[in-house]
């Protein structure tokens, strides 16, 4: 059965703008109308979905196209949740899904329901044409990604891990297209940094804020904070690092080359890095990819202005990456701020990385070698977040792919979260025919 691609370009549009139109802004969540959807479109193709509560309103939903067996199944992850939006901030209303400027607008529609409804036509799609598959694919759309999946993924493999089964899973993260010196690239997320969380305490004398003493607790811990602001961590290697900058630098000509290999030299890399022509967003992605990273977000000390408090508190979002481990971690921050400053671990979660040569990442290079013949894809880390760190404790390699060409001074990778967030008609329909055909490809039958 040959596929109409316009027709179903019509359908993907309709069922992404219907999801965006369901307000699922975490907190508080409530994604059930969205899985409810969902599960109505699936089940009038004939298929089974499962909508699973984790509590009221909090809905995941589960479905398998199933196949003969022959090799482990194939994982199509999303979420369903959405970051809060400030309505006065945007061009359209957020849960419009106005389509205007070739952009569908709205809150999702690059976070992560675009990847939802590409994953969605993609199982319609293969079900419609009814090809036999080597592999079962299992589509899970999740509650709660975006507040630490407390009542989506996480809950899921904790009380239905069995519907989870898979050797390898498709998630968010990765699929960005972008440019350097005319060379196009395409990513792929094989690597995701962990997350480490500090608390950090300074000591000092209280006292009558009249009278100022130097053993204040906010002055020392004011320096320690710009101690880390103004000095990078070292710089460590992973696969994935090394993979990227030797596939970045395999494009280029001979100097920029010398340029960009030059970023594994830890001696240089800062230095060489602000001498490439790309953007702020890759530059600081790049550098994450080389370095933990730690950022102070919170700040606590006295409550009465005419009092110098004896303590005061910081809390930092500290990122590790794969081969990193928390110990390592606090030393390289206490070698910053000095012994006077207590640092202790709040949280961790351990950071992960996929094989760079499995089957799934070189069926994703050989797609994207057939339809951007002149592009290199590069594996990806990802420096925030996803709930592909909770795959791992289920063996599943995870990789990031939803695939979109870089379009215009706005990178893809800038609109997630931000005001105005769209997704361009072309994108959508480029990641959707991407995307079958890497699904369609690993998954069928010879």
């Not at 370009?9 to 059930?32: K, M, S, Y």
């Not at 590409?118 to 419609?128: C, D, S, Y």
């Not at 006077?340 to 949280?347: G, K, L, Y």
Request: net charge negative.
């Amino acid at each position: 059965m040959d596929i109409h691609w316009e027709q179903a370009f019509d359908e993907i549009v309709e069922h992404l703008q219907a999801l965006v139109r369901l307000d699922t802004t975490n907190p508080p969540g409530q994604e059930r109308p969205a899985a409810e959807y969902l599960a109505q479109v699936l089940r009038r193709e004939g298929l089974e979905p499962l909508i699973l509560e984790s509590a009221p309103g909090r809905a995941n939903l589960v479905v398998h196209l199933r196949g003969t067996g022959q090799e482990r199944p194939l994982l199509l992850l999303s979420h369903l949740d959405v970051v809060p939006a400030e309505p006065d901030k945007w061009r359209y209303p957020p849960f419009s899904a106005t389509v205007s400027e070739g952009y569908i607008w709205g809150r999702g529609t690059m976070d992560a329901k675009n990847l939802t409804a590409i994953e969605l036509m993609t199982l319609l799609l293969l079900k419609r044409q009814g090809l036999p598959l080597k592999r079962d694919i299992v589509m899970v759309a999740c509650a709660d990604e975006e507040e630490g999946s407390r009542y989506g993924l996480r809950w899921l493999i904790e009380n239905h891990a069995d519907l989870l089964e898979a050797a390898f899973a498709i998630n968010e993260g990765g699929g960005y297209g972008f440019d350097l010196r005319g060379q196009p690239y395409f990513t792929c997320q094989t690597a995701e940094k962990g997350i480490c969380w500090l608390r950090m305490d300074a000591s000092g004398l209280s006292g009558q804020a009249a009278v100022p003493i130097e053993e204040n607790a906010v002055v020392i811990l004011a320096e320690a904070i710009s101690r880390l602001g103004r000095t990078a961590l070292p710089l460590h290697l992973t696969p994935t690092a090394e993979r990227f900058i030797e596939g970045l630098a395999r494009g280029q000509g001979a100097e920029t080359a010398i340029l960009v290999r030059g970023l594994l030299d830890p001696a240089a890399s800062s230095f060489l890095l602000r001498q490439l022509p790309l953007s702020p967003t890759w530059l600081r992605l790049l550098h994450g990819m080389l370095h933990n990273t730690v950022t102070p977000t919170v700040l606590q000390a006295g409550r009465e202005i005419q009092i110098i408090p004896s303590r005061a508190t910081a809390r930092l979002d500290g990122r590790l990456l794969p081969g990193q481990h928390p110990e390592q971690f606090l030393r390289e921050v206490t070698d910053i701020v000095g012994p006077a400053i207590d640092v202790q671990v709040e949280e961790y979660v351990p950071p992960l990385e996929s094989d760079l040569d499995s089957p799934l990442y070189r069926t994703i290079e050989a797609v994207i070698a057939e339809v951007e013949p002149q592009s290199i894809l590069l594996p990806m880390m990802l420096c925030g977040s996803t709930d592909a760190k909770y795959l791992d404790v289920l063996n599943i390699s995870s990789y990031g792919f939803c695939p979109m060409r870089d379009e215009g001074p706005v990178s893809p990778m800038q609109l997630a979260h931000a005001h105005n967030e769209r997704i361009t008609l072309d994108n959508l329909r480029f990641g959707l025919e991407v995307l079958y055909r890497v699904v369609r490809r690993f998954c069928a039958a010879p």
